[in-house]
């Protein structure tokens, strides 16, 4: 862990994690209140190393400071949740080497949001280490060295996100500072770049929007092969994909489509990204081969997964959508069916439509009501 003031949060998640690890962990960057001895309490190596502008920099300073082969990565405002302790143990003698760990993100509207994030990896190879000052990514895994498995024997509860907790810790501005800092020291690197977007885009002014669309656009000026394989790429072309749809610039939201689409066929995000473009243009053809796409087993096997409901209910939604705008009714009962059977709670627009399909059926198959014949 990593941690700076964090004496309300850290009870809980070391409470959590305590049972569950060999050694703890923790890299103060200068705290002012009791996190550190919080922390001993715990039984945790207490690091002190100053902030240096750098999530990269901390977290690899925490993995040098570990001695055993796996790490599991926490941040203040979570708490682990084990659901499976034998498969969490047998995940650690597979032959693995990283596992993506779902985040169960606590939304502003009472729902919760959930999205894998690499958390649990071996640390003891040299290219196990973080790059980026910000949304530091594992070097081995970013450049495809490392394929990544699921890890659905544990999750996280995630506080973090929520407009309050971001207001009040003032996030997006530190992000946006370490961003445009690592912009300004490698101003040839697209990950940093695209690093700029993403702090960019979480401002609501359009003006932000126009900036972080120039950010992503040098980024993908700057891709070259050697990055083919990077997770970043595919988050930066569905990035400035959304950007661009929420500027309103349509013809340039499609040509960035399709160059993402002809460089990762396989992604699911991507081709869900594209065949709801086409969707949006009545070109159901299109949207309905991107949508099925997403279902193959070539997207299920994709090494980068932003929408873990791409290759399941999000992407059989929008093929019921677009089958019922093709008025292939009963295809698109089948199809909404399977979405709502996988949909999450409070997702409900494949069970909203496909009642109302049901509903149409029901009053399709009514006999006709006998006449009156009363003279």
Request: aromatic share 14%; no cysteine.
């Given at each position: 862990m990593i941690v700076r003031d964090e004496a309300t949060n850290l009870p809980r998640v070391l409470r959590s994690a305590a049972p569950w690890v060999g050694e703890i962990v923790v890299v103060d960057t200068g705290s002012q209140d009791e996190s550190p001895a919080i922390a001993a309490a715990y039984g945790a190596r207490v690091v002190h190393d100053p902030w240096r502008d750098s999530f990269a920099h901390a977290r690899n300073t925490s993995l040098a400071q570990a001695s055993l082969p796996f790490a599991?990565?926490?941040d203040a405002d979570e708490e682990l949740v084990v659901t499976d302790a034998p498969a969490f143990a047998r995940a650690l003698t597979q032959g693995v080497l990283a596992y993506a760990v779902d985040c169960h993100d606590q939304r502003?509207?009472?729902g919760v949001s959930i999205a894998p994030l690499l958390r649990l990896f071996r640390r003891d190879r040299e290219d196990m280490r973080f790059h980026g000052a910000v949304h530091e990514q594992l070097t081995a895994v970013a450049r495809g060295n490392v394929s990544v498995a699921h890890a659905p024997f544990m999750h996280f509860l995630h506080a973090g996100h929520t407009q309050a907790v971001v207001r009040g810790r003032d996030k997006d501005a530190r992000n946006l500072s370490l961003a445009r800092k690592q912009v300004q020291s490698s101003p040839t690197d697209p990950f940093a770049w695209y690093c700029l977007g993403q702090a960019l885009v979480t401002a609501p002014s359009s003006s932000r929007l126009t900036e972080a669309r120039q950010a992503f656009?040098?980024?993908?000026?700057r891709l070259t092969a050697a990055h083919e394989g990077e997770a970043?790429?595919?988050?930066?072309?569905a990035s400035q994909a959304s950007t661009l749809q929420q500027l309103g610039l349509e013809p340039e939201r499609q040509r960035t489509l399709d160059a993402a689409v002809a460089c990762y066929p396989n992604s699911p995000d991507l081709r869900l990204a594209r065949g709801n473009y086409a969707l949006s243009q009545s070109d159901f053809t299109a949207a309905e081969t991107d949508f099925r796409a997403c279902l193959t087993p070539a997207a299920e096997a994709f090494f980068v997964r932003l929408d873990p409901a791409a290759t399941g209910a999000r992407a059989l939604t929008q093929l019921g959508l677009c089958l019922v705008k093709?008025?292939?009714f009963d295809e698109a009962v089948v199809t909404l069916s399977q979405a709502s059977a996988l949909a999450r709670p409070g997702d409900d627009l494949a069970r909203t439509v496909l009642a109302k399909l049901l509903e149409?059926?029901?009053r399709r198959s009514k006999p006709p009501a006998a006449e009156d014949d009363r003279d």
């Open positions: 599991l990565l926490l502003d509207d009472g656009s040098q980024a993908l000026f970043f790429v595919v988050s930066l072309f093709q008025q292939r149409m059926a029901s």
